[in-house]
């Protein structure tokens, strides 16, 4: 799974109260989660983020709460990937349940605007303004089939049966 699109850069511990606020977790639209994403931390970042794009932060992105809402206000967006050096785990595992790629990278290159090229099976993020290639950590097959399929409910309706 090759992804391509922008950098956005953000720093340390962006925790899922600064990802998606709680006043609007209480929402099912899609749009309306979009319209909010990353508004405490980027206020302009609804307005300027791309179909494709990726968000690059430092370490522990997605602590604090277990609030799918995080995640889910993220590919509401737009964004194919997130890429950070370390992620809070349930942040980690929400975000592949509803199919949004993430890379586990200690460290990069990378500046706000930069085009990217992920390689999500492996791991790899090539950052194509200096042409580098960082190895980030490699997911497992069972994550890659998961994101492959859009996240685990799609995944589960292929490949289990329940008899």
Same mark, same amino acid.
């Given at each position: 799974?090759?992804?391509?699109?922008?950098?956005?850069?953000?720093?340390?511990?962006?925790?899922? #109260?600064?990802?998606?606020?709680?006043?609007?977790?209480?929402?099912?639209? +899609?749009?309306?989660?979009?319209?909010?994403?990353?508004?405490?931390? =980027?206020?302009?970042?609804?307005?300027?983020?791309?179909?494709? #794009?990726?968000?690059?932060?430092?370490?522990?992105?997605?602590?604090?709460?277990?609030?799918?809402?995080?995640?889910?206000?993220?590919?509401?967006?737009?964004?194919?990937?997130?890429?950070?050096?370390?992620?809070?785990?349930?942040?980690?595992?929400?975000?592949?349940?509803?199919?949004?790629?993430?890379?586990?990278?200690?460290?990069?290159?990378?500046?706000?605007? /930069? =085009?990217?090229?992920? #390689?999500?099976?492996?791991?790899?993020?090539?950052?194509? /303004?200096?042409?580098?290639?960082?190895?980030?950590?490699?997911?497992?097959?069972? +994550?890659?089939?998961?994101?492959?399929?859009?996240?685990?409910?799609?995944?589960?309706?292929? /490949?289990?049966? /329940?008899?």
């Amino acid at each position: 799974m090759i992804l391509k699109g922008k950098a956005h850069v953000y720093g340390d511990n962006i925790d899922t #109260d600064r990802i998606i606020p709680g006043k609007y977790t209480k929402t099912l639209d +899609m749009q309306q989660l979009a319209d909010h994403v990353l508004e405490d931390v =980027d206020p302009d970042f609804h307005k300027i983020v791309q179909p494709g #794009d990726m968000i690059v932060a430092g370490e522990n992105f997605g602590c604090g709460s277990s609030r799918e809402q995080a995640p889910l206000a993220i590919k509401a967006a737009g964004v194919s990937v997130v890429i950070a050096h370390s992620f809070a785990r349930i942040f980690f595992r929400n975000a592949i349940n509803i199919g949004l790629p993430l890379i586990e990278l200690s460290s990069y290159n990378i500046q706000t605007g /930069y =085009d990217l090229e992920v #390689d999500v099976t492996n791991g790899i993020v090539k950052n194509l /303004y200096n042409n580098e290639d960082y190895q980030g950590a490699k997911m497992p097959d069972v +994550m890659v089939k998961i994101l492959s399929e859009n996240g685990l409910v799609e995944y589960l309706k292929k /490949y289990k049966s /329940y008899s």
